[in-house]
């Protein structure tokens, strides 16, 4: 079945460093794929999302990449502020709605002043 | 982005009793919504798919007559945690999806729920 792996974490950066949280995944189609973010003590908000191959997702200085040869949806970010301090979910669907997304782990980053 | 409202937001109850949570859809109609349950520090876990109008669908190992689902409409669907006990403690966030193929979640704000 599908699958999805992000690097475990927790990530520690300081600010305005560069972020790189890797994410690979196994589909047997074209799924798309997205990257949630999870402030402390809240839901999941989607971040960005990529529907087909070569497609790039961005939201926020966020920016994810649909490689469909490395079957990889890295999360990037330029320069990361203390407000970035979350958990980041990838995830994935090939599949109509009323089956659930399929998830990663989680991330855990921390940002430091 | 859509709208997906989960009320409360904190709970604490006693031992013994029940809790129910709610889950509304604000700007579409959700045929199936998603409970998780998340551990702190933990990823999310699927407990069960709600379907309106029909009985949900549990995944393994989680209790269904502990936890009651139920979705009688398009836009609401209840968790009912049952005689809670300490162990119950958690966070549940629900989230629903659209209906078209590849379309994203939508997830609730989530509730924190004490038992003592």
């Known amino acids: 079945g599908d699958s999805v792996t992000q690097m475990e974490g927790p990530v520690t950066l300081s600010e305005e460093a560069f972020l790189t949280i890797n994410c690979t995944y196994t589909?047997?189609?074209?799924?798309?794929l997205f990257w949630y973010v999870q402030y402390p003590g809240e839901g999941l908000q989607l971040l960005l999302k990529?529907?087909?191959?070569?497609d790039k997702g961005s939201n926020k200085g966020f920016e994810a990449t649909y490689r469909k040869e490395t079957t990889s949806f890295h999360l990037e970010k330029g320069s990361v502020q203390v407000s970035d301090s979350a958990v980041y979910f990838c995830?994935?669907?090939?599949?109509?709605?009323?089956?659930?997304?399929?998830f990663g782990k989680g991330t855990r980053l921390s940002v430091i002043a | 982005g859509a709208v997906v409202s989960q009320h409360p937001s904190r709970v604490i109850c006693k031992s013994g009793t029940s809790v129910k949570i709610e889950c509304r859809s604000l700007?579409?109609?959700?045929?199936?919504m998603f409970w998780y349950r998340q551990f702190p520090k933990q990823s999310l876990m699927l407990m069960a798919t709600?379907?309106?109008?029909?009985?949900?669908?549990?995944e393994q190992g989680v209790e269904k007559d502990k936890f009651l689902i139920n979705h009688a409409s398009l836009t609401l669907s209840t968790l009912t945690v049952t005689s809670a006990h300490p162990e119950d403690s958690s966070f549940y966030i629900c989230?629903?999806?659209?209906?078209?193929?590849?379309?994203?979640?939508?997830f609730g704000q989530g509730t924190r729920l004490t038992v003592v």
């Open positions: 995830a994935l669907t090939e599949r109509a709605g009323n089956t659930p997304l399929v």
């Open positions: 589909a047997t189609g074209y799924p798309s």
């Open positions: 709600s379907n309106e109008g029909s009985k949900a669908t549990y």
């Open positions: 989230s629903a999806r659209d209906r078209g193929l590849y379309t994203e979640a939508f």
């Open positions: 990529a529907t087909k191959a070569d």
């Open positions: 700007d579409f109609q959700a045929t199936t």
